[in-house]
């Protein structure tokens, strides 16, 4: 059972597009983080949400925090080419290492 | 640069063998963790170690084997190869056990042919 379900799987958009990610769980996690992986290269860590409906902004990306801590969404605005990658949600629960989501694939078109 | 070393960076080898990679984790980190990644894929989760002890275990086969060392640099045997190994493994670093912040190597990409 995959704790973290990411949607969509796969995107693919043109540039300039606006889109939006989910991070989708049953569980609640004391804190979300996202990670973005390009080609060839390891996760790097985006962004750490902590607080139930905590909003977070880095340039043309905005994160958010569910109210119950269950759920996170990311949403780009003006999609670059250097957007395209794997984008991949983590949850902390207690004493636990981090979970990572089923990832969302994203492509953007020049 | 994550501070989190992978090494070799590609290897490829024939089914049947048995191949070591080696991870050295951010300097202060006493965790490290292993995944392996499938083209097209997320990251499943294979094992866990902090300061020298298994910690955790995910998906990993029995064909597989993990170990931290005192120096806390960690090595992956895989061994009996077969065509569906072939993928990306990384290696992540991280302070604590806890849900921290994990630091991730380059990777090393296997082929088995």
């Known amino acids: 059972t995959q704790l973290l379900e990411q949607s969509p799987q796969f995107l693919s958009i043109q540039e300039g597009e606006n889109l939006t990610v989910y991070c989708n769980s049953s569980s609640v996690f004391s804190s979300l983080q996202w990670y973005r992986q390009e080609p060839g290269e390891g996760p790097v860590l985006l962004v750490t949400v902590v607080t139930g409906g905590e909003v977070k902004k880095l340039k043309r990306l905005t994160f958010q925090f569910g109210d119950a801590r269950k759920d996170s969404s990311l949403h780009i605005t003006a999609a670059q080419p250097g957007d395209t990658g794997l984008y991949l949600c983590?949850?902390?629960?207690?004493?636990?290492?981090?979970?990572f989501g089923t990832g969302t694939r994203l492509t953007i078109i020049p | 640069d994550s501070g989190v070393t992978q090494t070799p960076k590609h290897l490829i080898t024939a089914t049947g063998q048995r191949v070591t990679l080696r991870c050295s984790p951010r300097s202060g980190d006493l965790s490290v963790y292993w995944y392996q990644q499938s083209l097209d894929q997320g990251l499943q989760f294979l094992i866990q170690?902090?300061?020298?002890?298994?910690?955790a275990k995910g998906n990993i086969l029995e064909r597989f084997s993990a170990q931290q060392f005192p120096d806390l640099h960690s090595e992956l045997n895989l061994s009996s190869l077969e065509l569906g190994d072939s993928a990306l493994y990384f290696c992540a670093s991280s302070i604590g056990t806890s849900g921290e912040t994990q630091y991730f190597g380059p990777g090393t990409r296997l082929l088995v042919l």
């Open positions: 170690y902090y300061n020298g002890e298994e910690r």
């Open positions: 983590a949850g902390a629960r207690g004493n636990e290492k981090l979970t």
